[in-house]
């Protein structure tokens, strides 16, 4: 228990209700499932930092942030028939069920990576178990699926980024009348999974977090507290 006064570098009054995060990481950089497995496990004793709704299994949010796990973005990509390129990238979009709307959504994101000099290459549908989720969670389940995109000629790593990223938040600030359309990550560095599920019950809700190909060598994990 934390002392209840002043002590060395303690102070109690930093004491602040916040959001829970870790990051696991390989000194040598060489992906591992391992280490998938540890920030898996790590992230299911986070529970404690989150809110959880009356139906007991809809959470605050929690997700991992891992380290482009090339080989098996790669292996996503050919098994959607989805070509990419030696610098490419995956994002995972939220978009609404409405067929409609949802094209729209994928237009409008394809038309301002087209202006920032990025080829979308693909969408594949991500694969959910929402039987894990609590009824409040499932009443707000966007639609999940990943964009595969390569960089133009010209684009160095840096360059590609920053590309990724005005035309993620042009086309959110173009459809910020749609509720359900949000990128959650789209950068040549990273990708992410999350969620309004209990910690311990990402990995199910997410089957791709159970394939024994998923291998990175750096995982930042989080559980939101709102």
Not at 3 to 30: I, K, T, W
């Amino acid at each position: 228990m934390a002392p209840s006064h002043s002590q060395g570098l303690y102070d109690p009054n930093d004491e602040r209700d916040a959001c829970g995060f870790g990051m696991v990481a390989q000194l040598d950089d060489q992906p591992s499932r391992s280490l998938v497995d540890t920030a898996i496990s790590a992230l299911s004793r986070m529970t404690h930092r989150g809110g959880v709704a009356a139906d007991g299994l809809t959470g605050d949010g929690c997700g991992l942030l891992i380290r482009k796990p090339d080989a098996f973005l790669r292996a996503l990509a050919k098994e959607a028939g989805i070509a990419v390129g030696e610098r490419y990238a995956a994002g995972l979009v939220f978009l609404p069920h409405d067929a409609g709307q949802a094209e729209q959504c994928r237009a409008r994101l394809a038309e301002e990576l087209q202006l920032a000099g990025v080829s979308l290459q693909g969408w594949r549908v991500l694969p959910t178990d929402d039987s894990v989720c609590g009824q409040l969670a499932k009443d707000t389940l966007p639609r999940m699926e990943q964009v595969f995109v390569d960089a133009g000629s010209e684009q160095n790593v840096d360059a590609f980024a920053l590309a990724l990223f005005l035309a993620r938040r042009r086309a959110e600030q173009r459809l910020r009348d749609i509720a359900d359309f949000y990128v959650v990550t789209l950068t040549p560095h990273a990708i992410g999974y999350k969620g309004m599920v209990l910690p311990d019950k990402l990995s199910t809700f997410f089957p791709d977090l159970q394939r024994s190909d998923l291998a990175s060598s750096a995982i930042v994990f989080h559980q939101r507290f709102s």
